[in-house]
């Protein structure tokens, strides 16, 4: 019942449109290398350098020696010095410091004391009165930022008075599989590939329908006898490539330039982004046939995208999510293809391994199909 | 009667609250060339949607080519071609582009589209344009190109919504030249219009006005069996004589043309000329010559009668 020669002319003048819009051909190409260059160097959860302040009340010289060890830990910088506790907290409300440290003036008594200087635990009651050496006033709205200074509770002081650091023995051992060095952008790279697909793949065929209604073609295609299926099909083909290309794009330049290997096969990788490819233009084919122009086509991308980055694990652990969260995030393809993709990049995970999510995808794309072509009546109203 | 290409009964089309086509009735016979004629707003695009099956009737039903509409429009959709009022072939492919789009869409044999595409190229004179973009063009081969793409599958039954809104009087007239070849070849055409001179050229005509029909027939019998006489005023002011004429008894409407003002007088009026000269008697040098209706009056009559 479906003329491949129908579909292959509505390719071939897909194809030819879109080789005239300089702007949608230049996106193709620019989108995934802008937004893999973007969040390969910006995104990191390892928080680094963060503009603190201190204020040292002891001043000694044991009080600038403190600071410098908390400096050469590189979560904090340094950048004013402030004579009152109160200088120190306007200039956190005031966005220039993130944190203060406050060295009270007896840091000397409190410091031999210690437990982190001396290696021992409170033991005895003299123990107990041992105090912190110095506080830490810090900005919690960001929570990155704060539990890196927490973390800084537990430093070790012993090289203060050049011993050697007694550091206590660790409760459990870890191994690391996959991405030893804990660089995030391992870890990014796969998950970019379906947040940019979801982006450009929904867009761009919801732009591709909504545009025949904007310039009144559809009133010339809808006396022809094509079939809203062809039409369809027709449509998704070229964006199919289109889709192809920009994850060669984003798995090219991850191995050149962040070294994101692939570990798994090749032919598996481009199953399952095939699949995820065809869920996210049926995605964006059911919106064509709601949206009436193609702002409104790009605010219902919008609608699913956001949730796309944010509860799909793009961002954060999928585990962690609440299970309201998770059902929500269940719906949506990229989720499923951001749990697929990783183990494909990262963990070499065969199509086995994969089949479950594999399987929604496919099932997500016929359902899209489906309900397009159903709702594309061949009627103006 | 098989002659009977295109029928509506009652056929009605409303928008909310507002009746775009009111309880038309039309008979459309093999081989000529209906006119709808009506003013803007009157219609005429969204009976041509109905009849073409894009839009579903409201009320009425019509039978285009043997089908009942509303029902199944798809099989009609080989047999018929559209040519919309605004250019809707796509602007950013080339002229050959589109008409091999269209080729392809309705199934012409790789043999037949070659041919039949050289054939509308040449016939349209569009040959130096092949390879411009739609977009690119003129009004006037931009229209060309519009009814190459739509009689490109040779439908029996055309229908053309203003097709010469974009293009000037002289191309408009070779236009209808193409459109006569068309009907000679044996197409059925119905052409909506809000130009007089157009529908004139119509074999039959229906005139639309507020989604209603208020008369139909043969522009030439339409003419003459019009209720109403028509007389020219001609002299050096004519406003204050126009103004004065369009609240005289019996005038029906006064409409300057050039240097002359044309007077339509009601069929109950027994001397409309003596009329029109008592009224004008006070102007000077102001003359008054009666004349034969045209097809700009009978619209007037027609739209005037319910419209009140
Ligand atoms: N899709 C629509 N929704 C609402 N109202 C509509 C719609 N299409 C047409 N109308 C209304 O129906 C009436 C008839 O419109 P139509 O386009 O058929 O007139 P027309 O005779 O083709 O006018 P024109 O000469 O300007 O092309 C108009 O008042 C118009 O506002
Ligand atoms: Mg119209």
Redesign the pocket.
């Known amino acids: 019942m479906i003329s491949y020669r129908h579909i292959l002319a509505i390719v071939r003048k897909e194809l030819l449109q879109l080789r005239r819009d300089r702007l949608t051909f230049g996106m193709i190409v620019m989108i995934p290398l802008i937004q893999l260059v973007l969040f390969g160097y910006a995104i990191n959860t390892e928080v680094r350098h963060i503009p603190a302040a201190v204020v040292d009340q002891s001043d000694t010289g044991l009080s600038r020696a403190l600071i410098q060890m908390v400096e050469a830990t590189q979560v904090v910088r340094f950048e004013h010095h402030f004579a009152t506790i109160e200088e120190a907290e306007r200039a956190i409300v005031r966005a220039e410091v993130r944190a203060a440290l406050i060295i009270p003036r007896d840091v000397a008594q409190r410091l031999v004391r210690n437990p982190a200087v001396t290696g021992r635990f409170p033991q005895g009651a003299q123990d107990t009165t041992s105090r912190p050496v110095a506080q830490w006033i810090a900005d919690g709205s960001d929570t990155l930022v704060a539990a890196a200074i927490r973390a800084l509770r537990r430093m070790p002081l012993g090289e203060l008075f050049r011993e050697a650091t007694n550091t206590p023995t660790p409760t459990f051992e870890v191994t690391l599989f996959y991405n030893p060095e804990q660089r995030t952008v391992v870890n990014i790279v796969p998950g970019l590939v379906g947040i940019i697909l979801t982006m450009t793949m929904i867009m761009f065929t919801a732009a591709a329908i909504v545009r025949e209604h904007e310039r009144g073609n559809i009133e010339m295609l809808i006396t022809t006898p094509i079939r809203p299926l062809e039409l369809m099909i027709g449509k998704i083909i070229p964006f199919v490539g289109i889709g192809l290309i920009q994850v060669a794009i984003i798995l090219g330049l991850g191995w050149a330039v962040f070294s994101v290997t692939i570990a798994g096969s090749l032919w598996t990788l481009l199953v399952v982004t095939l699949l995820f490819i065809l869920a996210s233009l049926s995605l964006g084919l059911v919106i064509s046939t709601f949206a009436r122009n193609q702002l409104q086509a790009m605010q219902m991308t919008v609608f699913v995208l956001l949730p796309s980055i944010l509860l799909s694990g793009f961002m954060f652990p999928y585990e962690g999510m609440p299970e309201g969260a998770q059902i929500l995030a269940n719906t949506l393809p990229a989720t499923h293809f951001m749990q697929i993709i990783r183990g494909v990049v990262l963990r070499d995970a065969d199509l086995a391994d994969i089949a479950p999510d594999a399987i929604w995808l496919l099932g997500f794309s016929i359902l899209g199909l489906a309900v397009a072509s159903l709702r594309f009546r061949k009627k103006?109203? | 009667m098989s002659d009977i290409v295109a029928e509506t009964v009652g056929l009605t089309r409303t928008?909310?609250t507002?009746t775009?086509?009111d309880n038309v009735d039309l008979k459309i016979t093999k081989g000529s060339v209906y006119g709808l004629l009506?003013?803007?707003?009157?219609?005429?695009?969204?009976?041509m949607?109905m009849l073409t099956g894009l839009l579903k009737p409201s009320g009425g039903h019509a039978v285009v080519l043997g089908t009942r509409l509303p029902g199944n429009a798809e099989p009609l959709k080989r047999r018929i071609g559209y040519m919309t009022?605004g250019f809707t072939h796509y602007r950013d492919l080339t002229v050959l582009e589109n008409l091999r789009f269209v080729a392809d869409i309705h199934d012409l044999s790789a043999q037949d589209k070659h041919r039949r595409i050289d054939e509308l190229l040449e016939t349209y004179d569009l040959r130096e344009q092949a390879h411009t973009l739609a977009g690119e063009m003129s009004g006037g081969q931009r229209q060309r190109l519009a009814l190459a793409a739509t009689i490109l599958h040779r439908p029996e039954l055309l229908f053309l919504?203003?097709p010469t809104s974009a293009v000037d009087p002289e191309s408009r007239r070779s236009f209808w030249e193409q459109l006569f070849d068309l009907v000679e070849g044996g197409t059925t055409m119905i052409v909506?219009t809000?130009l007089m001179d157009e529908a004139e050229r119509c074999h039959r005509i229906a005139i639309?006005d507020r989604?209603r029909k208020r008369a139909d027939g043969v522009p030439r019998e339409l003419m003459e069996r019009i209720a109403g006489r028509v007389i020219e005023v001609s002299g050096p002011d004519l406003r204050p004589v126009s103004r004065k004429l369009t609240a005289g008894p019996g005038i029906l409407s006064v409409a300057q043309i050039g240097a002359r003002l044309r007077v339509l007088v009601s069929d109950g009026t027994d001397d409309p000329r003596g009329a029109v000269d008592a009224l004008v008697r006070g102007f000077a040098d102001t003359t008054t010559q009666p004349t034969r209706p045209n097809l700009e009056d009978v619209f007037v009559l027609a739209t005037r009668d319910q419209g009140a």
């Open positions: 103006l109203d | 928008f909310g507002k775009a086509v009506g003013p803007n707003g009157s219609g005429k695009t969204t009976a949607r009022q919504d203003e909506s809000h639309l989604g």
